[in-house]
């Protein structure tokens, strides 16, 4: 049974060991919340390209001491030339997930890192950004050490990504992924950051880095402009809620598929599961995760194509009638419509003062569409692959719209004082994570317990109408017995702690001694530090 760390005063959760260290090294200099995990946010970029990057996208979710929360969605929308007729002249049915092609939603996770040090700054924020940038301009001008994730992760259409020019130069060894432990080195990525540090977060939209990356973006062909940089603002929106009995959970509206985390939880609630870890409470998920994908893929797209207000399903009456159609005797049958493959980071700090952030950060596929741009060293991310070409769907692209996203930060406030920051990596399969995870918490799992247990995802249509459930090797065998004794198809995988199954973390305060608890997936390279 792995222990919790538990920390005094503050902490902060990372899949990758060296944003940890950053996060801590700043409380311990006096930052805040938002501050570290700015900070944290360039180092991870820089040291696990494979899931994400500056040239990706971003969304925060930061509560104040005093219950005030905010909402920052940093994704960006397609660009100006990124038309369904340039597609379909093209030959395509559906937006390619590599190439400049797929490199056509402007990046806006760096100007989400702008607008998170403007609300640092209002609460007290003083650190400089050359303190803030520093240990990620030392790793790419260093080097780092490329991460056993990196060196072992796999992702679909691997030779189309090795084939994007520059690709290969900058990432693999003799045509190989590099083995982990070799050491790397992004000189022009750390002379972006540098420039960043001198003139700011904007540059990178409208100052000289903007105008190099819209540069390398024509030399491409990838459909964004330069206009489409100088234009691009990160928004503050106002998150979706849903209460609990004994908490009240939070998370990002449309674009991100924040809806179907709440909804999952919603549901589950309504099913009343009176024990973890039995066939009956991860029945309960399993079909919430159905019905909550269901309506996702109905109702999440840009807002500026919402058919349906997204709070309106998670009204009681909605979520009670949702959940009567639930059989907790036998599973429901479950088309997937779209790819799982999808890859990020998630982060979580809360300071001394008890100021919380949920931050999720990514590149989408695992190194976006593989384009590198040579100029500043920004691998830029394929987030606009999720776009339709059908014109009538409300996920249909258009320029100048954001699409469907699965990043979704989580954070809960409980009844009793506690708040948590949770989130995961995980593609559209994020929603499933957080379930499991918020759930086992909440049935008084401890945190290190509740990421480290053996977790499922619903995956790949089968024939007909049926889903398979996948389970990691080391699932507990009366439990795949019990779900399938309940109808669902399950297949055990060959391994325990894969990728494949999230890079989760969870922080908690407690607000009777200010104690923070944290920690990180085993599945990732990271884990927790504080002070």
């Given at each position: ?105 402007v990046a806006g996770a ?87 540090v001198h003139t700011g ?289 399950v297949e055990e995988m ?38």
């Open positions: 049974m792995p222990e919790t760390p538990v920390f005094s005063t503050a902490a902060v959760a990372a899949p990758h060991r060296l944003a940890a260290e950053t996060g801590q090294m700043i409380l311990a200099a006096g930052g805040n919340a938002v501050e570290a995990m700015v900070a944290m946010a360039a180092t991870i970029a820089v040291v696990y390209p494979h899931m994400n990057g500056l040239g990706g996208d971003g969304f925060w979710l930061v509560r104040e001491p005093k219950g005030r929360l905010h909402a920052i969605d940093a994704s960006g929308p397609a660009g100006s030339l990124a038309t369904l007729r340039r597609y379909r002249e093209k030959g395509y049915d559906a937006v390619p997930s590599r190439g400049a092609d797929a490199a056509l939603t760096v100007n989400g890192w702008g607008l998170a040090l403007e609300l640092a700054k209002a609460l007290g924020g003083q650190m400089p950004r050359d303190l803030l940038l520093g240990d990620a301009i030392r790793f790419a001008r260093d080097g780092y050490p490329v991460s056993r994730s990196e060196a072992r992760f796999r992702t679909s259409e691997e030779a189309a990504l090795y084939a994007v020019p520059g690709f290969a130069e900058a990432f693999l060894v003799e045509g190989k992924r590099a083995p982990a432990g070799t050491i790397r080195r992004a000189p022009r990525l750390a002379d972006t950051l540098e420039q960043l977060f904007s540059d990178f939209y409208r100052g000289d880095v903007g105008r190099e990356i819209a540069t390398d973006l024509e030399r491409l062909g990838a459909p964004i402009a330069r206009r489409d940089m100088e234009t691009y603002r990160a928004r503050v929106v106002q998150p979706l809620s849903l209460r609990l009995k004994g908490s009240t959970v939070y998370n990002l509206p449309p674009p991100s598929q924040g809806l179907a985390t709440l909804l999952i939880l919603g549901l589950f609630e309504r099913l009343k599961v009176a024990k973890a870890e039995t066939p009956e409470h991860h029945h309960a998920l399993i079909e919430a995760s159905k019905r909550a994908f269901a309506t996702r893929d109905r109702a999440v797209a840009d807002p500026m194509n919402l058919v349906h207000d997204p709070a309106a399903f998670l009204e009681a009456s909605v979520l009670e009638r949702e959940a009567a159609l639930i059989d907790m005797r036998r599973a429901a049958s479950f088309p997937l419509p779209r790819p799982i493959d999808g890859d990020t980071i998630w982060m979580g700090a809360i300071d001394k003062d008890g100021l919380a952030v949920s931050y999720i950060q990514s590149i989408f596929w695992a190194y976006g569409s593989g384009c590198l741009l040579p100029a500043t060293g920004i691998l830029w991310h394929n987030r606009g692959s999720a776009f339709s070409l059908d014109p009538a769907s409300p996920n249909r692209l258009e320029p100048g719209h954001r699409p469907f996203h699965s990043l979704n930060p989580g954070l809960a406030v409980f009844d009793d004082g506690r708040v948590l920051s949770f989130g995961t990596m995980g593609g559209e399969t994020q929603p499933q994570f957080l379930g499991q995870i918020f759930t086992r918490y909440a049935f008084g799992m401890g945190l290190a317990d509740a990421l480290e247990a053996s977790r499922w995802l619903i995956d790949k249509r089968m024939r007909g109408s049926g889903a398979m459930l996948k389970v990691e090797s080391e699932f507990d065998p009366g439990l795949i017995r019990g779900l399938l004794q309940l109808g669902h198809q060959d391994e325990s702690y894969a990728d494949t199954f999230g890079h989760a973390g969870m922080l908690v305060r407690h607000s009777r001694n200010g104690r923070v608890e944290a920690a990180h997936d085993p599945r990732s390279d990271g884990g927790a530090a504080g002070l």
